[in-house]
C-alpha cells in the first residue's frame, strides 16, 4: 500500500552538502504532508523538518533552521530533504514520513507515520 522509498544518503565532510529524496507511492501525494526524521545511534528518533500538504507551508527543527529545506514535487511523487552546512551531529539515518490523515489545516510534529526505511547519513572528516 504505502510506501516511502528514501535515497541519497552517504558520507560527506564537515560543511558539504547532501540531497535526500523520498519516493512515494501507495496514496495521493498532495493531500498529505510529508516530513523527514532522523535518529542517531544511541538517541531516539527526532523531528527534522515537515512540509504541509499545500506544498508551501514548512516547520523545521530548531537544530536545522537555515540548514535544511524540505520541498516536494507533486509531479514526481517525491520530497527532497536539501542539507547543507552538514555538521558531525547531524550523523543519523533520516526517515520520510507521511501524515496519517488527509487534509489537515495544520502542521503537527506528532501527526506522522508510514515510515520509511531509512537512509543512512553519515558526517565526517
Known amino acids: 500500500q504505502v510506501q516511502l522509498v528514501e535515497s541519497g544518503g552517504g558520507l560527506v565532510q564537515p560543511g558539504g552538502s547532501l540531497r535526500l529524496s523520498c519516493a512515494a507511492s501507495g496514496f495521493t501525494f498532495n493531500t498529505y504532508a510529508m516530513g523527514w526524521f532522523r535518529q542517531a545511534p544511541g538517541k531516539e528518533r527526532e523531528f527534522v523538518a515537515a512540509i504541509h500538504w499545500d506544498g508551501y507551508n514548512t516547520d523545521y527543527a530548531n537544530s536545522v533552521k537555515g540548514r535544511f529545506t524540505i520541498s516536494t514535487d507533486n509531479g514526481l511523487n517525491t520530497v527532497y530533504l536539501q542539507m547543507n552546512s552538514l555538521k558531525s551531529e547531524d550523523t543519523a539515518v533520516y526517515y520520510c514520513?507521511?501524515?496519517?490523515?488527509?487534509?489537515?489545516?495544520?502542521?503537527?510534529?506528532?501527526?506522522?507515520?508510514?515510515w520509511g526505511q531509512g537512509t543512512q547519513v553519515i558526517v565526517s572528516s
Open positions: 514520513a507521511k501524515d496519517q490523515a488527509r487534509y489537515r489545516l495544520r502542521l503537527d510534529r506528532a501527526d506522522f507515520g508510514s
